[in-house]
């Protein structure tokens, strides 16, 4: 049952990357709440999965591979639907709603769905460590597609080939400040993850340890360097689609709830 709720909601994603790619492709992109409405109804059917599934385990869903790729989709449409009307009925829908797409169908087509052998206690400061971790990806995700949606635009602004979603992208300042504070907003999140992964009880993997910090001194790298040399935003831009494309290729370094199992 949990798993025909997630291939509904992948569905619904699909539903808004197909919208998309058609009114992309005759150039005719308009305002739509059909893609808002089809990523909440997606956002609806994870939280709804996720709900069972943590029902079922007896603790946070995040005891594998699998499950901490759906997490991961769920915390970018979370974060998605909370960011503006102004953002979300606008093009970044559009850019949203492939990478959730993505994430959900590999999740369901590749093998890494691993059982379970039985119920664990919970660790409160692991799972607490494991979730805050993942939507503070969720939020360098939206970050990421806030940079990629800069520099389409200041592409067209510079070849001077003004396509129909020229007209639809948020202004460049708006679309900067909302890449800032959502590096912001992860970056805050990330930190308490990292803290937190301190006061667990179980033996720190070092090497997992060393990526993540890793991965925070980037991001802190991104959020400060322009205070110390001169970055213009749209190297900034380009850094916060290369960050989150590095850490996203380490996703497998966040501390599993299983692997203390």
């Not at 007896?58 to 102004?86: D, K, Q």
């Not at 379970?116 to 993942?134: C, D, K």
């Amino acid at each position: 049952m949990d798993r025909q709720l997630l291939i509904f909601s992948t569905l619904c994603f699909l539903a808004a990357v197909v919208r998309s790619s058609v009114a992309l492709r005759a150039r005719v992109f308009r305002r739509s709440r059909f893609n808002f409405g089809m990523i909440l109804l997606g956002f609806l059917l994870q939280s709804a999965f996720l709900g069972l599934r943590g029902h079922a385990l007896g603790r946070c869903p995040i005891t594998n591979l699998f499950e901490v790729l759906v997490f991961l989709a769920w915390s970018i449409a979370l974060i998605y639907m909370v960011i503006g009307p102004a953002y979300r009925l606008s093009l970044m829908g559009s850019f949203t709603a492939p990478l959730v797409f993505l994430l959900q169908s590999f999740a369901l087509l590749a093998p890494i769905d691993a059982p379970r052998t039985g119920r664990v206690p919970p660790n409160a400061w692991l799972e607490f460590h494991a979730s805050i971790s993942l939507i503070a990806y969720g939020a360098f995700a939206l970050a990421c597609v806030a940079g990629v949606m800069y520099l389409v635009q200041e592409r067209q602004l510079k070849t001077r080939e003004l396509h129909s979603i020229f007209y639809q992208l948020p202004p460049l300042p708006n679309l900067f400040s909302a890449m800032l504070r959502l590096l912001w907003f992860g970056f805050a999140l990330y930190s308490a993850g990292l803290i937190s992964g301190f006061f667990t009880g179980e033996p720190l993997p070092w090497t997992k340890v060393t990526l993540a910090i890793v991965i925070w001194i980037a991001y802190a790298a991104i959020l400060f360097g322009p205070r110390l040399c001169s970055m213009s935003p749209r190297h900034l831009a380009a850094f916060c689609v290369a960050a989150f494309a590095a850490a996203l290729s380490l996703l497998w370094s966040i501390e599993f709830v299983a692997h203390h199992a």
